[in-house]
């Protein structure tokens, strides 16, 4: 069974720092491209970074490039989201995710995020 | 920036069919957008219904289906039920490795 667990959330300060982590079993993590997505209270779902299966490349919404930095450990089956200089907009529950690439003449296409975690709040405020 | 489109909101009868649309503020949605669909109910993880367009996810009644409708991407109801009632979220691929999730549709079912 595919299991996503995030952790790392909490209360950080604006223009802190915060490191979430997202354990994944069940699969074999070094095959699979990574996500996080996250959701501000009372708000829709965002897309935050993409990462290659082999961390070669990743991909950024505008809004957190420069800032928040994407990573995995595929020795450790662990993904992980770097954030820094966070904002009060920043405050969202971040949701691991599991995304289907697909490989074709063009490179990898996205297809879809079939697995997710159960998310970690991430509270920045003073 | 290419944003992408959802209705807010949608009211279902019980057993009616409701259809939910996903576009994009610049262009068309076709089948090279992969778009995919997630059901969201309140303090829960997003469950994908719908990808590729139009392929099930394991577990999904065939009661939802997906596709092309003009230029946007659709899911359909059929025969809504009253655990139905969830947000439902549309995702597109906007190419170098970006993607977009639409702002979400609150569907009820009264």
């Known amino acids: 069974e595919v299991q996503l667990v995030e952790s790392g959330g909490g209360l950080v300060q604006p223009g802190g720092s915060l490191r979430l982590s997202c354990g994944a079993s069940g699969f074999t993590f070094s095959s699979h491209w990574m996500s996080w997505v996250r959701q501000a209270p009372g708000r829709g779902l965002e897309w935050v970074a993409n990462i290659k299966e082999d961390g070669s490349e990743k991909y950024y919404v505008d809004s957190v490039k420069g800032r928040f930095t994407i990573s995995r450990d595929n020795a450790k089956n662990s993904l992980y989201l770097q954030m820094n200089s966070l904002r009060a907009e920043d405050t969202a529950v971040y949701y691991c995710?599991?995304?289907?690439?697909?490989?074709?003449?063009?490179?990898?296409?996205?297809?879809?995020?079939?697995?997710w975690g159960q998310g970690t709040l991430v509270t920045v405020s003073s | 920036q290419t944003v992408v489109t959802q209705e807010p909101s949608f009211s279902v009868s019980p057993g009616g069919t409701v259809t939910v649309t996903c576009g994009l503020s610049?262009?068309?949605?076709?089948?090279?957008?992969?778009p995919s669909w997630y059901q969201q109910t309140p303090g829960q993880a997003p469950r994908r219904l719908i990808h590729?367009?139009?392929t099930r996810s394991s577990g999904v009644p065939d009661r939802f289906s997906g596709s092309i409708l003009g230029n946007k991407a659709a899911l359909t109801i059929t025969g809504a039920q009253a655990d139905d009632e969830s947000d439902y979220y549309c995702?597109?691929?906007?190419?170098?490795?970006?993607?977009?999730f639409g702002g979400g549709t609150k569907l009820t079912v009264l």
């Open positions: 995702v597109l691929y906007l190419g170098s490795g970006i993607v977009g």
């Open positions: 995710a599991r995304a289907e690439f697909l490989s074709g003449y063009f490179g990898s296409v996205f297809e879809s995020f079939d697995y």
């Open positions: 610049s262009g068309s949605v076709s089948t090279r957008n992969f």
């Open positions: 590729s367009t139009k």
